[in-house]
């Protein structure tokens, strides 16, 4: 069962782009997560959501929860080399976690 | 140093053959899980314990097995290897569902 659809895919950038990645489902989700994993390791957690409507920021990067709990975005502006990675949100609900399929993102120098 | 560990971190066997991936974290967390990750599918949960004897399926837990014993070893067990178990297993622990999960280095298994 895959509840969670991530776009795009695949997504190749120049260094200073602004990029933004989705994050749906038609479930909702107690809280949304996303990670960034690198090749031949494990995700590292980004950020957690709880709160419908919910935003945060990292630095460069923004993460949105939807107000019904259904979806998220994470926005990064002005994108680095080091930006580059696999990129995963995962809803909870219940105890269990649902992830995304993943967008891979490639910043050019 | 908090972590999570897992053994082997390569494995390739055949069908039929029972092995057992072992993990083990040193942060006192409550909740352990692990997933499987395959190109375009993402990563899937098979199994996860909230708890010392307490499992629950995730959402692919057929051909797999698993153990809570201690609060730190959560290993994974395939009695029946077959080939569409080949994927790269990542094991992990959190304090509970919505605080930061921790993930093990990936074992990558291959079933001929």
């Known amino acids: 069962t895959q509840l969670l659809e991530q776009s795009p895919q695949f997504l190749s950038i120049q260094e200073g782009e602004n990029l933004t990645v989705y994050c749906n489902s038609s479930?909702?989700?107690?809280?949304l997560q996303w990670y960034r994993q690198e090749p031949g390791e494990g995700p590292v957690l980004l950020v957690t959501v709880v709160t419908g409507g919910e935003v945060k920021k990292l630095k460069r990067l923004t993460f949105q929860f939807g107000d019904a709990r259904k979806d998220s975005s994470l926005h990064i502006t002005a994108a680095q080399p080091g930006d580059t990675g696999l990129y995963l949100c995962a809803g909870v609900t219940g105890n269990q976690f649902y992830f995304g399929t993943g967008t891979s993102l490639t910043v050019i120098p | 140093e908090a972590q999570v560990t897992q053994n082997p971190r390569y494995l390739i066997t055949v069908t039929g053959k029972k092995l057992t991936v072992t993990c083990s974290q040193n942060m006192n967390h409550e909740y352990m899980s692990w997933y499987r990750q395959d190109p375009g599918l993402g990563l899937r949960q098979i199994y996860y314990?909230?708890?010392?004897?307490?499992?629950d399926k995730g959402d692919v837990p057929e051909g797999y097995k698993v153990s809570r014993k201690e609060k730190r070893n959560f290993p994974l067990i395939l009695e029946s290897p077959s080939p569409n178990q080949t994927s790269l297993y990542f094991c992990?622990?959190?304090?509970?569902?919505?605080?930061?999960?921790?993930f093990g280095p990936g074992t990558r298994l291959t079933v001929l």
């Open positions: 314990s909230m708890n010392v004897e307490v499992t």
């Open positions: 992990a622990s959190t304090r509970d569902p919505t605080d930061t999960q921790y």
């Open positions: 479930s909702v989700f107690s809280s």
